[in-house]
């Protein structure tokens, strides 16, 4: 015991206080150390963070500590009250291990907080045995203090996208920062609407958001409209990965309606099993389903014009020049408007639509598109996963800023592994 408080005093130690006692609880399981002030030292208010003088002394209280060896360890102090005269109140002063009336202490609060971005949170409490709510109020403190601390600097790329957090299509409203080399989350949004995206720049200010030079999106309406209003000035780029999403949802849903159709005029399924030939890339198929594919494109069906059409789109991903990947573009859509397939035909139509947002990803230098904003999307989903979920918006929102919000930490007065 008296080597503990011995390391605790070298290495853990708080100006104004000193480790005075340490002892093993009743039950054995628990390690109990005493803090008290050093002589002389003057308690500081807790609402002006002046020394001050002192009131009187309250029962004793327990903070719980970081363990050690596989024990519980607990702080023990008389918390003291203060007459301050600036506040002109008798205040409970503040001490430099704890906050407010929270029982863990501020080391405990961010080891937790550290351990809970690795494991679940439910496996961080049985780990160190404590209890999920006091892992939720340690992530809960951290966030808090992160967000209030950050800054945003200069944003030039962002990316925005939704995912599914629940039943019943329950989105969020994610926006990431893209640049080169810092890519972090900047906001979580309850629904895929106007108004969320919108908490966005109201958050970020009206400046900071006239400098953003580049936007990556998809096609959804609400999101493009906030985009016009709030960087007009921005290089709007639309997503190539919802761009692809899409047309290969056209082409399976050409292949399951023919497919249907040969069924009830009793043609040979020749259809059947070949979902995942149509929507691979070519690159991705095994030796068999290359064969399979090959013999399925000897067939005059539209399912397989449709998918020659599809793999045609993808040389407009080679070109470099905005101009020439514009006339390739407008040919493609032309062949396509030809081609009676209508869900290819509502693909052309939504392209002509979106045309310069499309051409926007080689103004940019294929610098910047969603695959970023796809990886960030998929580690929010394993935040989602690794917990089977959370039960509130709020839970959900701190666990994604705490995960990939790559938030400034409370400072420590002794780093632990």
Not at 28 to 49: D, F, L, N, Y
Not at 113 to 134: I, M, P
Not at 138 to 150: I, T
Not at 334 to 349: D, G, L, N
Request: a positive charge; charged letters at 30%.
């Amino acid at each position: 015991m008296l080597q503990l408080i011995t390391i605790l005093n070298r290495c853990h130690r708080f100006p104004g206080f000193v480790y005075r006692q340490a002892r093993f609880s009743s039950d054995g399981k628990s390690i109990e150390i005493a803090v008290s002030p050093r002589v002389g030292s003057k308690a500081v208010c807790s609402g002006c963070h002046q020394p001050t003088s002192g009131y009187d002394r309250l029962p004793e209280r327990r903070f719980e500590f970081i363990p050690f060896w596989g024990f519980l360890v607990f702080l023990l102090y008389q918390m003291r009250r203060v007459d301050c005269p600036r506040c002109q109140a008798v205040v409970v002063e503040e001490v430099p291990w704890g906050d407010g009336k929270r029982t863990l202490t501020r080391a405990y609060i961010l080891f937790l907080a550290r351990w809970a971005r690795r494991l679940s949170w439910k496996e961080t409490a049985e780990a160190f045995h404590t209890s999920w709510d006091k892992v939720f109020d340690a992530v809960d403190h951290v966030v808090d203090y992160g967000l209030e601390h950050r800054k945003f600097g200069q944003i030039d790329a962002i990316g925005v996208d939704e995912i599914q957090y629940a039943k019943g299509h329950k989105y969020l409203t994610l926006v990431y920062q893209i640049d080169l080399g810092v890519t972090r989350l900047l906001w979580v949004g309850r629904e895929r609407t106007i108004e969320s995206f919108q908490g966005f720049f109201t958050v970020i200010g009206d400046e900071l958001a006239s400098k953003i030079v580049f936007v990556c999106s998809d096609m959804w309406e609400p999101y493009l409209k906030v985009i016009r209003e709030k960087c007009s000035e921005a290089l709007h780029i639309l997503d190539r990965f919802h761009i692809v999403a899409k047309m290969n949802k056209a082409v399976d849903e050409v292949r399951a309606g023919e497919s249907r159709r040969m069924a009830r005029e009793g043609f040979v399924p020749v259809l059947k099993k070949s979902r995942w030939l149509l929507l691979k890339r070519q690159e991705n198929l095994k030796t068999e389903q290359r064969f399979r594919l090959r013999d399925l494109l000897r067939y005059n069906l539209k399912t397989v014009r449709a998918y020659i059409l599809k793999e045609a789109f993808q040389q407009l991903w080679d070109y470099n020049s905005p101009t020439w990947a514009g006339k390739f573009l407008d040919q493609w859509c032309r062949q396509v408007m030809r081609s009676q397939i209508e869900p290819m035909k509502k693909i052309a139509r939504s392209m002509r639509q979106h045309r310069e947002l499309v051409l926007n990803y080689f103004r940019a230098q294929k610098l910047f598109s969603s695959g970023v904003v796809e990886g960030l999307n998929n580690k929010a989903k394993v935040t989602m996963r690794r917990s089977y979920g959370f039960r509130t918006f709020r839970t959900l929102e701190l666990a994604l800023y705490h995960s990939l919000g790559k938030l400034p930490e409370p400072e420590s007065a002794h780093e632990f592994f």
